[in-house]
């Protein structure tokens, strides 16, 4: 049994906003362990995004952490300073952001935007060791060493993620959180720059945190999958399992309303619309769209549990 | 047989001329025909910057050919009259991809649905125009009670593409193009709208060229699938024989790079090296530089399209054992075009 590197318990954050606090993630609880892959998938609006901004600590006004704590081996992330946490991200947990189209600095060489992160978290190094390094990292991306004197414009779609993949590891971090890394990438280049993710991942032995809303996407690269729905992880599943016996209603209704391309269908979508998350349905959020939900449902939240060894459910019909 | 839409060897360069330098080649003696008898679903699929969206709008005739031409019942969409214009607005409808975009926020939704029932005189009364919007508003599962009135803002994505739908609907046309339709909506509502457009097509005999880059959903609601690269056609006809035994190299890295979401299937192969900047003039097979089966043949002249199969034809040398088929017959191949006419004839009725 591997130990775990981040354990994430009883996650709370709110949008603070005129009309009302808006519950964008509900208690979430998880751990990841040594190098290993784990997904999150869910459809906008999901909590997603909020949940891998909170373990960086990097919700903005008018969100907050209202409750929860991110342990990072032994170490309580919501008990540093800001200093220490600017110190540790990028260092021990890194971050591969949404878009990377738009999360390079249009003005700057690839070099030294790389070597901008090193300096900054007290890299002392020659110039010299600083281009060797940048030479190392972008080679490990599968990117030439010519990129180094590029500006991002100069970049396909495939090559700003690889740029971004190559910050992310240029401190050796332990623990990388990819948020949708391939949202607007074609099939083709979407995979290599996954292949290129689970590459050094493998290298430095990290374990990924993976954000997606393409459940396919996330099921081809991690081992554990979460399912979030309204701001709550409503499963957890080894990814195998997930696929063949999913526990929660919402993630059957969701497998089941992907298109494959092994038999056509009918569509299968799942009926109603997800509820507001400042307007929040009493018992389980899912009950409105739910076709099993008994009363049940409608007055008391479901708590998640281990239904099977390493499958965590949230829902009062699991035995 | 008679032809709805046909593209006729459309070619669109943007920028500069043929064989200028920055010169950019959209798209590429393409040739495409809807035809008016049977209602069909087509597909055109490709990766960003294989044309999807150049064709679409040349299609609806936003973009004028560089070469080539349009035609919506026999008349070039460039040249022909008003009268036959505005008929072809009113029977060619399409849905954009972002359903964010095409909203202006200051006007409510009712807004998109009433101005063409206005400008197209669909209803008499005010009564009318309500009932005309309610009908469509239902045929692709609104409740009109709970969308009229509201703010564009005041939707969610899905259902404002749903709106988008039923706009598209009220005018009863007889093709509805769209254009990456479900790929800025949540999976869940994804498979409702593509439901309420193949809905359209078997209840109310509409036409359909949904253009993506999402094979697995062409798959789902297509019969006949065309495969883009760079402005040409890779791969062309029944979206099985396609899709479940793909033969030209690059339809078959496409698939293979799709995630599935299923435990059993996994990525194996090594992807192919990223697609160099497209330049004019190129001669060869444009996937050349990427293909593992290139030889030189293909790097001397673009290979045209052989027919490999009864419905399916690929432009690909490693078929040229099998006939070869000129562009604008590539629509013999497709399923269901021999049901309407002689196996072989197809291509050539509607020659002038």
Same mark, same amino acid.
């Not at chain 1, 509820?275 to 939240?301: I, Y």
């Not at chain 2, 679903?41 to 990766?47: K, L, Y």
């Not at chain 2, 469509?136 to 703010?151: C, D, I, N, Q, S």
């Not at chain 2, 564009?152 to 039923?166: C, E, K, T």
């Given at each position: 049994?591997?130990?775990?590197?981040?354990?994430?318990?009883?996650?709370?954050?709110?949008?603070?906003?005129?009309?009302?606090?808006?519950?964008?993630?509900?208690?979430?609880?998880?751990?990841?362990?040594?190098?290993?892959?784990?997904?999150?998938?869910?459809?906008?609006?999901?909590?997603?995004?909020?949940?891998?901004?909170?373990?960086?600590?990097?919700?903005?006004?008018?969100?907050?952490?209202?409750?929860?704590?991110?342990?990072?081996?032994?170490?309580?992330?919501?008990?540093?300073?800001?200093?220490?946490?600017?110190?540790?991200?990028?260092?021990?947990?890194?971050?591969?952001?949404?878009?990377?189209?738009?999360?390079?600095?249009?003005?700057?060489?690839?070099?030294?935007?790389?070597?901008?992160?090193?300096?900054?978290?007290?890299?002392?190094?020659?110039?010299?060791?600083?281009?060797?390094?940048?030479?190392?990292?972008?080679?490990?991306?599968?990117?030439?060493?010519?990129?180094?004197?590029?500006?991002?414009?100069?970049?396909?779609?495939?090559?700003?993620?690889?740029?971004?993949?190559?910050?992310?590891?240029?401190?050796?971090?332990?623990?990388?959180?990819?948020?949708?890394?391939?949202?607007?990438?074609?099939?083709?280049?979407?995979?290599?720059?996954?292949?290129?993710?689970?590459?050094?991942?493998?290298?430095?032995?990290?374990?990924?945190?993976?954000?997606?809303?393409?459940?396919?996407?996330?099921?081809?690269?991690?081992?554990?999958?979460?399912?979030?729905?309204?701001?709550?992880?409503?499963?957890?599943?080894?990814?195998?399992?997930?696929?063949?016996?999913?526990?929660?209603?919402?993630?059957?209704?969701?497998?089941?309303?992907?298109?494959?391309?092994?038999?056509?269908?009918?569509?299968?979508?799942?009926?109603?619309?997800?509820?507001?998350?400042?307007?929040?349905?009493?018992?389980?959020?899912?009950?409105?769209?739910?076709?099993?939900?008994?009363?049940?449902?409608?007055?008391?939240?479901?708590?998640?549990?281990?239904?099977?060894?390493?499958?965590?459910?949230?829902?009062?019909?699991?035995? | 047989?008679?032809?709805?839409?046909?593209?006729?060897?459309?070619?669109?360069?943007?920028?500069?001329?043929?064989?200028?330098?920055?010169?950019?080649?959209?798209?590429?003696?393409?040739?495409?025909?809807?035809?008016?008898?049977?209602?069909?679903?087509?597909?055109?699929?490709?990766?960003?910057?294989?044309?999807?969206?150049?064709?679409?709008?040349?299609?609806?005739?936003?973009?004028?050919?560089?070469?080539?031409?349009?035609?919506?019942?026999?008349?070039?969409?460039?040249?022909?009259?008003?009268?036959?214009?505005?008929?072809?607005?009113?029977?060619?409808?399409?849905?954009?991809?972002?359903?964010?975009?095409?909203?202006?926020?200051?006007?409510?939704?009712?807004?998109?649905?009433?101005?063409?029932?206005?400008?197209?005189?669909?209803?008499?009364?005010?009564?009318?125009?309500?009932?005309?919007?309610?009908?469509?508003?239902?045929?692709?599962?609104?409740?009109?009670?709970?969308?009229?009135?509201?703010?564009?803002?005041?939707?969610?994505?899905?259902?404002?593409?749903?709106?988008? *739908? &039923?706009?598209? $609907?009220?005018?009863?046309?007889?093709?509805?193009?769209? !254009?990456?339709? #479900? =790929?800025?909506?949540?999976? %869940?509502?994804?498979?409702?709208?593509?439901?309420?457009?193949?809905?359209?097509?078997?209840?109310?005999?509409?036409?359909?060229?949904?253009?993506?880059?999402?094979?697995?959903?062409?798959?789902?609601?297509?019969?006949?699938?065309?495969?883009?690269?760079?402005?040409?056609?890779?791969?062309?006809?029944?979206?099985?024989?396609?899709?479940?035994?793909?033969?030209?190299?690059?339809?078959?890295?496409?698939?293979?790079?799709?995630?599935?979401?299923?435990?059993?299937?996994?990525?194996?192969?090594?992807?192919?090296?990223?697609?160099?900047?497209?330049?004019?003039?190129?001669?060869?097979?444009?996937?050349?530089?990427?293909?593992?089966?290139?030889?030189?043949?293909?790097?001397?002249?673009?290979?045209?399209?052989?027919?490999?199969?009864?419905?399916?034809? *690929? &432009?690909?040398? $490693?078929?040229?054992?099998?006939?070869?088929?000129?562009? !604008?017959?590539? #629509? =013999?191949?497709?399923?269901? %075009?021999?049901?309407?006419?002689?196996?072989?004839?197809?291509?050539?009725?509607?020659?002038?």
């Amino acid at each position: 049994m591997k130990a775990d590197v981040l354990r994430v318990q009883g996650l709370v954050v709110h949008y603070h906003t005129s009309l009302g606090a808006v519950k964008a993630a509900d208690k979430i609880s998880f751990s990841l362990k040594a190098d290993e892959r784990l997904g999150f998938a869910g459809e906008s609006g999901s909590g997603k995004s909020t949940m891998a901004l909170a373990i960086l600590r990097m919700i903005k006004p008018p969100g907050r952490i209202e409750a929860g704590q991110v342990w990072l081996d032994g170490l309580n992330l919501m008990s540093l300073s800001e200093e220490e946490m600017r110190q540790l991200r990028l260092a021990r947990i890194a971050m591969v952001p949404q878009g990377s189209m738009n999360s390079l600095n249009p003005v700057m060489r690839i070099k030294d935007q790389i070597a901008d992160a090193l300096r900054d978290h007290g890299a002392a190094m020659s110039r010299r060791q600083v281009a060797e390094r940048v030479r190392d990292l972008l080679q490990s991306v599968g990117l030439r060493p010519e990129v180094a004197t590029m500006f991002p414009h100069e970049l396909s779609g495939g090559m700003k993620q690889r740029a971004c993949i190559a910050i992310a590891i240029s401190l050796r971090p332990k623990v990388i959180i990819a948020d949708e890394p391939t949202s607007a990438l074609d099939v083709v280049v979407q995979k290599q720059v996954m292949e290129t993710l689970a590459r050094v991942q493998k290298e430095l032995e990290a374990s990924v945190i993976l954000v997606g809303h393409d459940m396919g996407l996330v099921a081809q690269f991690v081992d554990r999958l979460g399912v979030m729905y309204a701001g709550k992880l409503v499963e957890v599943s080894p990814v195998r399992d997930i696929f063949t016996k999913p526990l929660h209603p919402y993630t059957q209704m969701l497998i089941a309303s992907l298109p494959s391309l092994e038999q056509k269908g009918t569509f299968r979508g799942i009926p109603g619309l997800p509820p507001l998350l400042r307007d929040l349905p009493p018992g389980c959020a899912f009950h409105p769209r739910c076709p099993h939900a008994v009363d049940r449902c409608q007055t008391d939240e479901p708590l998640s549990r281990e239904v099977r060894p390493d499958s965590w459910a949230a829902c009062h019909l699991l035995p | 047989m008679t032809t709805l839409l046909e593209a006729r060897h459309v070619t669109k360069v943007f920028g500069g001329g043929m064989f200028d330098r920055n010169a950019t080649v959209a798209l590429e003696d393409f040739s495409l025909r809807i035809d008016s008898d049977r209602p069909s679903i087509t597909a055109v699929v490709g990766e960003s910057g294989s044309g999807k969206t150049t064709l679409a709008r040349l299609l609806l005739g936003l973009v004028t050919p560089t070469r080539g031409q349009v035609l919506y019942g026999g008349r070039d969409l460039q040249t022909m009259s008003q009268t036959d214009w505005r008929a072809f607005r009113r029977d060619v409808q399409v849905i954009f991809q972002d359903p964010y975009e095409v909203y202006n926020p200051f006007y409510r939704v009712d807004h998109v649905l009433t101005t063409p029932v206005a400008k197209f005189k669909l209803a008499g009364t005010k009564a009318e125009a309500r009932a005309v919007i309610d009908d469509v508003l239902k045929a692709v599962g609104l409740r009109p009670e709970e969308t009229l009135g509201r703010f564009p803002h005041q939707l969610s994505g899905g259902q404002r593409q749903r709106v988008m *739908v &039923a706009r598209a $609907l009220l005018l009863r046309p007889r093709l509805i193009l769209a !254009d990456e339709p #479900v =790929s800025m909506v949540d999976a %869940s509502l994804r498979a409702s709208i593509l439901g309420s457009l193949r809905k359209m097509n078997v209840e109310r005999g509409i036409s359909i060229v949904y253009i993506t880059h999402d094979l697995a959903t062409a798959y789902q609601i297509s019969e006949n699938i065309v495969v883009l690269y760079r402005g040409s056609v890779a791969e062309a006809g029944d979206v099985e024989l396609v899709v479940k035994q793909p033969h030209h190299p690059y339809t078959q890295l496409l698939i293979s790079s799709i995630p599935l979401a299923s435990a059993e299937r996994t990525w194996t192969a090594e992807a192919v090296a990223g697609p160099a900047i497209q330049t004019a003039g190129t001669t060869g097979c444009k996937f050349a530089d990427r293909c593992p089966s290139a030889t030189s043949p293909c790097l001397q002249a673009a290979p045209p399209l052989f027919q490999t199969d009864r419905y399916r034809a *690929v &432009a690909c040398y $490693l078929y040229q054992g099998t006939p070869a088929l000129s562009m !604008d017959n590539m #629509v =013999s191949v497709f399923a269901g %075009s021999g049901k309407t006419s002689p196996v072989g004839s197809g291509g050539t009725s509607m020659e002038p």
